[in-house]
């Protein structure tokens, strides 16, 4: 891991830059003089829009989870950002494109072309970033992984034994394997599911929840489209990170 940029947010917060080979990447922890011993980690899962686009949005997160004690960190996922273009994801996500203005139903063949080769290429980055991560001093765990690509959160819970936590967003598709996953899953989970989102099949989302194999799940369901989650939600999973980060 390359450290290549450090600044002090007006909260206190310090957010370096990083790069881990060609995976860009930022860590945010909080101010060092409100912290007395390694801190736990959440990993800051996000849609494949590249880090500069999520970059509000994923910052925000990390700051009010410094201001409850823990550090944050994203990666850039593969084919996003300023990494190679990934010509099968963009056939994947033109694919998608074309039947969502067409009208058209979102069949499994095109779920499984623009997710699962997503799945398999992200999960060992972030696992070696976590790697990276938890060698720092400042950082101690445990972690906890929220939001993101639903599938990418399950694979995780299922194969990174160092993840003790999820809060996931049923706001993406999911393809039919990854139920078959998600029984796998046993570590607590909190899942918002924003009722009325426009691109999310809400019964694929239920199904997938029930599948989950967790003694300890909790599902907030909030009406609203995608970009609808309320202020509280947020709130409701600070608290659930806590519970279980602390």
């Known amino acids: 891991m390359h450290f290549t940029s450090e600044q002090r947010l007006d909260d206190g ?8 080979g060609e995976i860009p990447g930022i860590l945010w922890t909080p ?14 899962g996000h849609p494949p829009l590249g ?26 996922l593969p084919g996003s950002g300023d990494r190679p273009r990934w010509a099968a994801a963009e056939q994947a996500r033109a694919d998608l494109r074309r039947v969502m203005e067409a009208g058209e139903p979102v069949g499994d063949e095109i779920i499984d072309a623009l997710i699962l080769p997503l799945v398999e290429k992200s999960v060992p980055e972030w696992q070696a970033a976590l790697d990276a991560l938890l060698s720092l001093p400042e ?11 639903i599938s990418i959160g399950v694979r995780l819970a299922v194969v990174e034994p160092r993840i003790v936590a999820a809060g996931l967003f049923a706001g993406s598709f999911v393809p ?33 929840f029930d599948a989950f194999g967790s003694k300890e799940k909790s599902l907030h369901a909030n009406m609203g489209g995608h970009t609808g989650v309320p202020q509280f939600a947020g709130d409701a999973a600070a608290q659930f990170f806590t519970r279980h980060l602390k």
């Open 13 to 20: 917060v310090i957010e370096r830059e990083f790069t881990l």
């Open 51 to 76: 880090l500069r686009t999520m970059y509000p949005r994923l910052a925000g997160r990390a700051r009010h989870a410094a201001a409850d004690g823990f550090a944050a960190a994203a990666i850039e």
């Open 31 to 44: 101010e060092a003089a409100s912290v007395s011993a390694p801190v736990p980690l959440i990993l800051l």
């Open 139 to 149: 950082i101690g765990g445990p972690v906890g992984y929220s939001g993101g690509v």
């Open 176 to 208: 039919r394997a990854m139920f078959e996953e998600a029984r796998q899953v046993t570590i607590p989970l909190h899942v918002l599911l924003q009722w009325d989102d426009e691109g999310n099949d809400r019964q694929a989302a239920l199904d997938l």
